[in-house]
């Protein structure tokens, strides 16, 4: 490289100084609707800059994306990532964190976050193990020590508000697929009440709060609980259980295209728990801007990687000496500097950076993804792009 070269290259290196630009609620805006499709494409103007939807979110479980620095995501291309209230609540408490000056501060991070409301884990965490759904709230046990917890709407919120996330989300029940009709209906209608209980709570001006819709694959419910939660009017809206437990492509696509129709336009649409690349495109197609998952993070850990042509096991002995990257058309570091043979080689002798990697690429894969879905949503032929995308991904 030649000393020209190094100086330039120094300049583009972003140091990281922690700057909020705004003090306000997030503002989603509409840019235009696909033509064939209920695809949208939008901003939301965030206390940390303005970004682009649709959008996939990495998962920053315990206020890390698994390995990943904050510039490394960054890098990826990603905005918003999403913390976890209830092992944030667990370790190192909120208490800490607001210590710290925030979130935003604690983990390094000057970009926006997304808390959950710690509702997904206590039914998922404490699934196997005894947990009391009252009206005041759940009582279970801790997944780390057992240890007899309570977690309530006003509690949840609390806890968010001292995190200080740009996003924050009501506290709802979470119940299974299996659940019956019966139990889902008094589950919306206790879960509305939550929502409600939640934003009474709610202190932190600068915080927005999401209500999650839910019902199951079933209409009625679905349109009843969008109905009734945007009545207590929130900052935007969240399409939940739908990636709880077992629940099949089928009823994610009903419960999509059951709650969308009485959602506002002018509000962020939320898919939580999505990251499979086609549930991506199926909810972009239905009119849902953003999405989180810890999919392609957790399948790295496992050697996995994202492709055009679908996921592929790294760990496979046909990569021995494949000295091409993971995908010769990818722009992420990963692919950029390493070739398959290398990262075989490190899972292959448990190296940590060989799971770094892959998490690397498959968080810029589905960005990637994302970012193509916006272009098709500009030129109107997003269902073209899909009929492309399926030709090869398997
Ligand atoms: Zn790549």
């Known amino acids: ?48 800059g303005t970004v682009e939807t649709p959008m996939f979110m990495p998962v920053g479980t315990k206020a890390t994306v698994k390995g990943l620095s904050p510039e490394e995501v960054k890098e990826t291309g990603s905005a918003i990532i999403l ?21 935003h501060k604690f983990m390094n991070y000057d970009g926006p976050i997304l808390t959950d409301s710690g509702g997904f884990q206590v039914f998922s965490l404490a699934k196997n193990k005894k947990k009391d759904i009252t009206e005041e709230g759940v009582h279970f046990k801790s997944h780390i020590d057992g240890k007899a917890l309570f977690l309530t709407p006003e509690k949840s919120i609390e806890i968010q508000n001292k995190l200080d996330s740009d996003i924050a989300m009501s506290f709802d029940e979470c119940p299974p697929a299996s659940a019956s009709y019966e139990y889902l209906k008094n589950s919306v209608e206790r879960t509305i009440r939550w929502a409600k209980r939640g934003k009474e709570t709610h202190r932190n001006p600068n915080q927005s709060l999401f209500g999650i819709v839910q019902g199951g694959a079933y209409e009625d419910l679905r349109k009843y609980s969008a109905i009734e939660t945007v009545k207590l009017d929130f900052d935007g809206y969240s399409i939940g259980g739908v990636a709880n437990d077992g629940e099949s492509k089928e009823d994610m696509y009903k419960a999509i295209d059951y709650s969308i129709p009485y959602l506002p336009e002018n509000k962020v649409r939320y898919l939580m728990g999505v990251g499979e690349p086609i549930d991506i495109i199926e909810g972009v197609i239905r009119g849902v801007d953003i999405f989180d998952c810890v999919l392609p993070t957790r399948i790295a850990r496992h050697g996995q990687a994202f492709t055009r042509n679908g996921k592929i096991n790294l760990n496979n002995a046909k990569y021995k000496e494949d000295f091409t990257p993971i995908e010769e058309s990818c722009d992420c570091y990963a692919c950029k500097h390493y070739t398959k043979a290398y990262i075989r080689h490190l899972l292959n002798t ?29 030129e109107d032929r997003i269902l073209e792009y899909k009929e492309e995308f399926l030709e090869k991904y398997h």
Request: hydrophobic share 40%; no cysteine.
């Open 350 to 378: 448990g190296e940590m950076l060989g799971g770094r990697l892959l998490s690397i690429h498959n968080i810029r894969f589905l960005i990637r993804l994302t970012e193509e879905l916006r272009e098709a949503i500009k």
């Open 1 to 48: 490289m030649k000393i020209e070269e190094v100086n330039n290259s120094k300049k583009e290196v972003s140091f990281f100084f922690f700057e909020r630009v705004n003090l306000m609620k997030i503002e989603y805006n509409l840019i235009k609707t696909e033509k064939n499709t209920k695809a949208r494409l939008g901003t939301i103007k965030t206390n940390y």
């Open 83 to 103: 913390a976890n209230t209830y092992h944030l609540w667990l370790r190192p408490g909120e208490d800490i964190v607001e210590k710290a000056g925030g979130l």
